[in-house]
């Protein structure tokens, strides 16, 4: 069960720091990502960590502004969004990545506005 938090409305510039955890500890040796859905659109990647945290990916319109990263240990993965824009408006998820079919959490909703 994948659990996202954190979420809020923010104003644009603002920042957020959204966690994900889980109660499966086979997501400690697994890639994991966030991803995002805003009304009307397909859910799409924002950011990917592997599995030792070593290596990260992030989208395009995200890189330079997100940070993923993640604990191990408490079988946590952290976004930390600087520099929020309108744009990032959406329901934020996380999951292993690819997906592969692995159900998904409720999300967290975030909000950019003035």
């Known amino acids: 069960l994948l659990t996202e938090s954190g979420g809020g409305l923010v104003q644009p510039g603002g920042s957020l720091t959204l966690s994900c955890t889980s109660s499966?500890?086979?997501?400690?040796?697994?890639?994991m990502a966030w991803f995002r859905q805003s009304p009307g659109k397909e859910r799409e990647f924002v950011a990917d960590v592997n599995w030792s945290g070593g290596a990260r990916y992030y989208a395009d319109d995200v890189n330079g502004r997100f940070f993923i990263s993640r604990d191990r240990q408490k079988n946590i993965v952290t976004l930390q969004m600087t520099n929020l824009k309108p744009d990032d408006t959406a329901v934020y998820y996380c999951?292993?990545?690819?997906?592969?079919?692995?159900?998904w959490g409720q999300g967290t909703q975030v909000t950019v506005s003035s």
């Open positions: 999951n292993r990545n690819p997906p592969d079919g692995n159900p």
């Open positions: 499966d500890r086979s997501f400690a040796s697994e890639d």
